[in-house]
C-alpha cells in the first residue's frame, strides 16, 4: 500500500505527543479522520495537527471505505470492542496500551486478529528503547552472566487525599490494570521471559475521591501494590507500584546477575560489573541507539510484511495473564501460578 489513510480514535496526550504527528511525516501516511470524546475536542485536535475530518461516531469512522487503519488511543475500556470492530472491517489496527480490560477481553481480541488478513499491534512499553538492544545483546552474551533479581519501582504522584479520581484509579475505565503495572511488566518480560508463578498484595487508602463532575466515587484500584513473581528461567522480579507515594523513584527498572548489574533511572542506562564499587554509564554508539519507532514499525509492517515486536497481540496476551494473576493474588490472598488455563 503506497497510500495509508489513518482513523484515529481518542485523541489524548499519547495520541497527540506521538502518533499524530509520528504518522505526519511518513511519506505517502496521512490522517484523515479523527474522533474524540466531542466534536469540539475532536475539532482541537484536527485544527492543531491539519487532519480534514472530525467524526462523532466511532464506528462510522471504522466502517468508512476510505481509512485503511485505525490507531486507538482511548482508555483501556474501549479497546476490546473497536479492535473487534476495526478487525471485522478489514482495517489495520494500532492500540494503544494497556491491551484490554481483562485475560478474556485480550484472548478474544488476539482469536480474532488471528483470523484477520490484516496487521495488529498494540503500543508497546516505551521505556528506555535507546538503550535496549545493546542491554539484550550485552545479556545474550553472557557479559552479566545469569540473571538473578530484577527490581521495579513505579511510584509517583503524590495522590493526597483531596486530589481529585482519575481514569487509572477506576476499575469501569481500566479493568484489572493497575497504575503502571503492565507496561513494566511488558519491559521486563523482554528481558526474563515468562513468569511461572505470581503473588501479591495492595491496599487502597482512600476509599472515595471526587470525579470529574465534583461526585464522591469510590476508588476501586489499589493504590499501593507488591508483587513477587518467579520467571521460568528461575530469575525473581520485585515490583513496588504507588500513587500516594510523593516524591517517589519512578520508572527505575534494577538487574542483578551472576557476573555484573545494570539498571535503568533517570533516563539512562547504566552497569555495574564484578567488582565495580558504583554504576557507570552505558554509553552506546549512535548506530546502535533504538527507539521510538511506533508508527514506523506499524506502517512497515502493513507495506513490508515486517514481523510485529514491540508490540503483538500475543505479547499484549502475555502481560494481561500475569495482570490477571495480579488480581488473582489479591482477591484470593494466595499466590498464583501459570499460565493461566482459563481467563
Known amino acids: 500500500m503506497d497510500n495509508i489513510r489513518i482513523g484515529v480514535i481518542g485523541a489524548g496526550a499519547n495520541t497527540r505527543s506521538r502518533h499524530i504527528p509520528g504518522f505526519k511525516t511518513i511519506e505517502g501516511v496521512s490522517v484523515d479522520a479523527v ?3 466531542s466534536i469540539a475536542s475532536g475539532k482541537k485536535a484536527a485544527d492543531e495537527f491539519d487532519i480534514p475530518r472530525v467524526m462523532d461516531d466511532w464506528q462510522a469512522l471504522i466502517a468508512d471505505p476510505d ?9 483501556p475500556y474501549m479497546h476490546h470492542p473497536m479492535v473487534l470492530a476495526s478487525l471485522a472491517a478489514g482495517k489495520h489496527v ?22 484477520a488478513d490484516v496487521i495488529s499491534m498494540i503500543v508497546p512499553a516505551p521505556f528506555y528503547l535507546e538503550y535496549e538492544p545493546t542491554v539484550l545483546e550485552m545479556l545474550s552474551a553472557g557479559f552479566f552472566g545469569e540473571l538473578l533479581e530484577i527490581h521495579a519501582r513505579g511510584m509517583g504522584g503524590g495522590y493526597f487525599p483531596d486530589a481529585p479520581l482519575t481514569w487509572r484509579q477506576s476499575r469501569e475505565l481500566s479493568g484489572n490494570n493497575i497504575m503502571s503495572m503492565g507496561i513494566i511488566n511488558e519491559t521486563i518480560r523482554r528481558y526474563a521471559g515468562h513468569e511461572q508463578r505470581v503473588v501479591a498484595h495492595g491496599k487502597v487508602f482512600t476509599t472515595e475521591r471526587k470525579d470529574e463532575r465534583d461526585q464522591m466515587q469510590p476508588v476501586e484500584v489499589p493504590e499501593s501494590l507488591g508483587i ?40 539512562q542506562a547504566w552497569i555495574a560489573e564484578k567488582g565495580d564499587r558504583e554504576f557507570k554509564a552505558l554509553e552506546v554508539a549512535p548506530e546502535k541507539r533504538g527507539g521510538w519507532r511506533v508508527e514506523a514499525d506499524f506502517i512497515d509492517a502493513i507495506r513490508d510484511g ?38
Not at 527498572?253 to 535503568?264: A, D, H, P, V
Not at 497481540?313 to 488455563?341: C, K, N
Open 35 to 37: 474522533c474524540n470524546r
Open 67 to 75: 481509512i485503511d487503519a485505525i490507531c486507538i488511543g482511548t482508555w
Open 94 to 115: 494500532l492500540t494503544e496500551a494497556r491491551m484490554a480490560m481483562d485475560l478474556v477481553q485480550a484472548r478474544e481480541m488476539l482469536v480474532a486478529s488471528e483470523s
Open 228 to 267: 513477587v513473581s518467579e520467571h521460568e528461567g528461575g530469575t525473581i522480579s520485585v515490583y513496588h507500584f504507588s500513587t500516594v507515594s510523593h516524591m517517589g523513584q519512578n520508572g527505575v527498572l534494577e538487574f542483578f546477575g551472576t557476573k555484573g548489574s545494570f539498571k535503568y533511572e533517570n533516563g
Open 306 to 343: 515486517q514481523p510485529v515486536t514491540h508490540t503483538s497481540f500475543a505479547d499484549g496476551v502475555r502481560y494481561m495473564e500475569f495482570t490477571e494473576a495480579v488480581q488473582m493474588s489479591l482477591r484470593e490472598g494466595r499466590r498464583i501460578d501459570l499460565p493461566l488455563l482459563a481467563g
